[in-house]
């Protein structure tokens, strides 16, 4: 159990930089999740954590011990791959007692190790078996007991589960955090699906071109983004975005196909300040669907109709902008239709518009 | 349709290579001396072969070609393996040089390369000679090419030195197919340097480790060259292999017959060796098509 | 903090081992080849020097102008050590001494002999691989177990064969056999390689109603012509380095030798000027070696090509 500290990590492939001076703490016994679209430098960090990759500057702590300069060999730290990396050669048992070999245990002591793991991961029956006779969720459960079996201070898994079918992902996903919770061990996992993260974390750590946006609880991340980046990111469907300009005589938000008031919420944070651009974003979810005109909300033109089921999935034009809202199952709506969507009390966003940060600066969310 | 694409190939195959196999099978059984004629050839039945199998000579060709064989192939391919292994670790733009230089004693012809290590093992000017002897280690300059022992040791260096590259760049290829992730997998593990090469590289690499140990070994057991360039099979004939002892039945002494059976013999051992090889590693080979 | 002591160094360690490794590797295989190169450039006669030198301290054209039969004027530099001729302008104007022959006969030869195997090897090596057939395998294994047989076996009833054909110290007599020769290798590389292809274009061409050798001609060989740089390298420098069909065949007839005939007979005649003999092969082989450096990236690549797989 440790608790794993980055400090002002930077890395540099030539010329190209994967990560800039990224500086978090991973929590221990917590599952910590870095989620970013690809290339964002998640997968490098997690890495670099490991000793596979050495950083250009910046240092990595392991519980109290600066581990830098140390290969992977000699960290305590085990790992899940995305393509599971089982070795081909070796039986299902071997390849779970292949790290207890290589610290050089007793043979009795790896077999009662090995047969707790299998019992524990429910794949006793396989074994005797080669990985090329496996399916895909029977190597991740072989992959997961690889890494268990060495009670190591830290888990780090990169996209182990990126390679099942949806309905298995969904499984595994819970098992996983259960298996977590049950082992208390420090995890650091990488994905760059959002709905696995917001899922999986304990903490959230969201990051772009090689730099951290923000960390903190999945809720937090999800209601209180720190920048465009983030609010874009996190929640499927994502954010909708528009940009506007703030009216200090009238103080309204003007944008190409709409003109309203400032929303409670960002009076305190505008009022008598300069006019200046910003961008108003709001969740699909928080957008009410009014067939009739409502004051003070946006007025827009259907364009397509998407039935969920349990839903409507609604996408209007808002002048050229495409807005998305959520509507009732059963509500009855033509294309070229004119909608009022009303923002939910609390609900909004407003970003600034040349830097895209979140204007809500009272909690520091970023490091 | 397909034995139309393929009628070039057979025809060239079957004019230059089992014809000459189907007439030294023939000739094989005929005593012939000087001429090409056997159908005025006294018959002779299986003496040719009787003569071939139990005649000293053979023996002494068959064992040096074994000895040879054996020891020039284990060499290669465990420096083989060495260079892969040191190649595959340095980095990128080392590992582009490293690969031409690895392709360069392959591309030397096998006669121009045993001219190289003529040069080399010279008895009065060889580099070789002259540094084993200023360094003290013996009373004047060995003489490789003309020492019975030496000889064959010679012999087999410069083989290696012409092949073990070759291996190398195979054996690097097969480094590169194993998946990368495997290796990391192995070292996160806490798998060690030699470990990891013991547990991981050396049993993922043992496919290719056995094409390359079939595809030499028949090559070295079908060896001319180097024999007949170097040494001339000399001295007598203790370098001899069985492809220039055969050489010298037909072109020495003009046995047509004999050399024939000769022949006959070395490509018997040859595709029995093919067909053992084959058939023991058959399971560990996975190949499309 | 004990860990950072014992790593501080490692990454300077790794790159000093790496220029070691490599110097290691490459003064192994180039090694023999730079002593040639030294002994080439040496005055006549000091090639015998005791001790030898690494490099000549006055080197020289000489044994390149003699063996490729340039007239050189008297040389002014005497030669110490026991020379043969005693100074360098007793050149002996034997035919064997115009090393350009060789070199042009062995060039004809070899291309020759590289694009022939590699249009019969291409064809055989995509039915076997693409087309769909009953004997793949039986086929496959008749062209490889061909290259089985000793060359000492296919020799002698080839010489009888081209003497009736009268094709006896002509190159046509190396050419022919030598495509058939690399067969076996050619159409096993290009099998592996062309299994390798994608599906989907020939099937596509299939849908659009081309034959079968159109297909061949306008989808599969564009596709593979790695593969076929590869192959093609290969048949070249193995017909470059055939001596025993070429030595039988060409019947001590200079002009029609190829280089490694040529070389060996240089070797015999003049057995002590090792100058010229080590001219000669830093001629022959520099040719090989800059083929073989230029396409090695494809060599490699079609090595690797049906590399085994686990």
Not at chain 1, 32 to 42: I, N, R, Y
Not at chain 2, 9 to 19: D, R
Not at chain 2, 166 to 193: F, Q
Request: charged share 15%.
């Amino acid at each position: 159990m440790a608790e794993v500290r980055v400090e002002s990590l930077c890395k540099a492939f030539g010329e190209v930089g994967a990560l800039h001076d990224v500086s978090c703490v991973f929590e221990d016994r917590r599952l910590t999740v870095l989620v970013g679209p690809s290339g964002c430098g998640k997968s490098t960090l997690l890495r670099t954590v490991a000793g596979l990759q050495d950083p250009t500057s910046g240092t990595v702590y392991i519980g109290d011990e600066d581990v830098s300069g140390a290969p992977a060999w000699d960290r305590n730290v085990a790992m899940v791959f995305q393509s599971y990396a089982l070795y081909p050669h070796m039986t299902v048992f071997k390849n779970i007692a292949f790290p207890l070999e290589a610290a050089k245990m007793h043979k009795d002591d790896i077999r009662r190790r090995v047969t707790e793991t299998a019992k524990i991961l429910q794949i006793e029956e396989l074994l005797k078996r080669k990985p090329r006779e496996l399916s895909g969720g029977q190597m991740q459960r072989v992959a997961l007991g690889r890494a268990i079996v060495r009670q190591p201070d830290v888990f780090l898994m990169d996209e182990p589960l990126s390679n099942l079918d949806a309905k298995l992902r969904v499984l595994m996903r819970a098992e996983l955090k259960h298996l977590q919770r049950q082992l208390q061990v420090t995890t650091i996992y990488v994905t760059h699906d959002q709905a696995e993260a917001m899922t999986l974390a304990d903490k959230l750590i969201v990051m772009n071109a090689g730099r951290i946006q923000q960390m903190g609880k999945p809720e937090d991340v999800y209601r209180r983004p720190a920048n465009k980046f983030v609010a874009g990111f996190i929640g499927s469907p994502p954010m909708n975005f528009v940009g506007c300009q703030y009216d200090p005589e009238n103080e309204t938000l003007s944008g190409a196909a709409f003109d309203i008031p400032v929303p409670a919420l960002w009076r305190g944070v505008l009022g008598g300040g300069p006019a200046r651009s910003l961008i108003l974003g709001v969740r699909p979810e928080d957008l009410v669907v009014e067939t009739s005109p409502v004051s003070g909300a946006l007025r827009a033109t259907v364009y397509v109709i998407e039935q969920m089921g349990r839903e409507i999935l609604l996408t209007a034009m808002l002048g050229t902008d495409p807005i998305r809202a959520f509507t009732s199952a059963d509500a009855t709506l033509d294309p070229e239709q004119e909608v009022w969507l009303s923002m939910r009390e609390g609900a909004t966003h407003l970003f600034d518009g040349q830097t895209e940060e979140s204007l809500d600066s009272s909690e520091a969310y970023k490091a | 349709m397909a034995l139309i694409f393929l009628l070039p190939a057979f025809i060239a195959v079957a004019i230059f290579l089992y014809y000459p196999l189907v007439q030294t099978f023939i000739y094989s059984f005929f005593k012939m001396q000087r001429t090409m004629d056997w159908l005025h050839a006294p018959f002779v039945g299986l003496k040719n072969y009787v003569t071939v199998l139990t005649s000293e000579a053979f023996r002494g060709a068959f064992l040096f070609t074994l000895y040879f064989t054996v020891v020039s192939v284990a060499l290669e391919i465990g420096l083989g393996l060495g260079m892969a292994m040191a190649t595959f670790s340095v980095s990128s733009r080392l590992r582009g040089v490293l690969r031409a230089v690895l392709v360069v004693p392959w591309a030397i012809p096998p006669v121009v390369s045993a001219m190289v290590w003529k040069w080399l093992y010279h008895p009065d000017a060889g580099l070789f000679g002259y540094l084993i002897h200023a360094s003290g280690l013996t009373d004047s300059a060995p003489q490789f090419l003309t020492d019975p022992i030496l000889a064959v040791h010679s012999i087999i260096l410069a083989d290696v030195w012409k092949n073990s590259s070759i291996m190398g760049i195979l054996m690097l290829g097969g480094l590169a197919a194993i998946s990368k992730d495997v290796y990391d997998a192995a070292k996160v593990d806490g798998a060690r340097g030699w470990f990891r090469f013991r547990r991981v590289t050396l049993p993922l690499l043992l496919p290719t480790v056995l094409v390359c140990l079939l595809f030499r070994s028949l090559e070295a057991f079908r060896m001319f060259e180097l024999s007949f360039a170097l040494t001339g099979g000399g001295p007598g004939t203790t370098t001899d292999t069985l492809s220039t002892f055969a050489y010298k039945y037909f072109f020495t002494y003009s046995k047509f017959g004999l050399g024939s059976s000769y022949a006959m013999v070395i490509f018997a051992i040859v595709l029995a060796l093919a067909i053992a090889y084959v058939s023991r590693i058959r399971k560990n080979l996975r190949f499309k098509g | 903090m004990k860990s950072k002591h014992r790593y501080r160094y490692r990454r300077r360690a790794n790159q000093v081992l790496d220029v070691l490794i490599t110097l290691l590797i490459a003064g192994f295989c180039l090694g023999p080849l730079y002593w040639i190169l030294a002994t080439s450039f040496k005055p006549m006669g000091t090639e015998y020097l005791i001790p030898p030198e690494g490099w000549p301290s006055k080197p020289t054209l000489e044994a390149y102008r003699i063996i490729l039969g340039i007239p050189s004027e008297a040389s002014q530099e005497g030669v110490s050590g026991e020379g043969v001729f005693g100074s360098a302008t007793e050149v002996p104007q034997a035919p064997s001494l115009h090393f350009l022959l060789p070199i042009r006969n062995s060039l004809i030869v070899s291309s020759t002999v590289a694009v022939c195997s590699l249009f019969i090897c291409s064809l055989a090596a995509y039915t076997i691989a693409r087309l769909r057939f009953r004997w793949k395998i039986q086929s496959l294994l008749l062209l490889q177990v061909a290259g089985l047989l000793p060359a000492v076996m296919v020799i002698a009833p080839t010489f009888v064969l081209m003497q009736k054909f009268h094709l006896l110290r002509t190159l046509p007599a190396m050419i022919l056999p030598n495509i058939a020769y690399n067969v076996p290798l050619g159409t096993w590389l290009l099998a592996a390689y062309f299994s390798e292809l994608p599906w989907e274009l020939e099937d596509a061409a299939k849908v659009d109603g081309y034959k079968p050798f159109q297909i061949f001609r306008k989808v599969i060989l564009p596709l593979a012509a790695p593969g076929l740089f590869s192959a093609g390298v290969f048949a070249f420098l193995g017909t470059w380095g055939e001596f025993i069909l070429s030595s039988v065949v060409t019947m001590g007839v200079s002009s029609v030798q190829t280089v490694p005939v040529a070389i060996l007979n240089l070797s015999f005649e003049f057995r002590y000027q090792w100058t010229w003999v080590s001219a000669a092969i830093i001629l022959s082989v520099g040719l090989m070696v800059a083929v073989a450096l230029f396409f090695q990236r494809w060599v490699i690549q079609g090595l690797t090509a049906g590399s085994v797989k686990y």
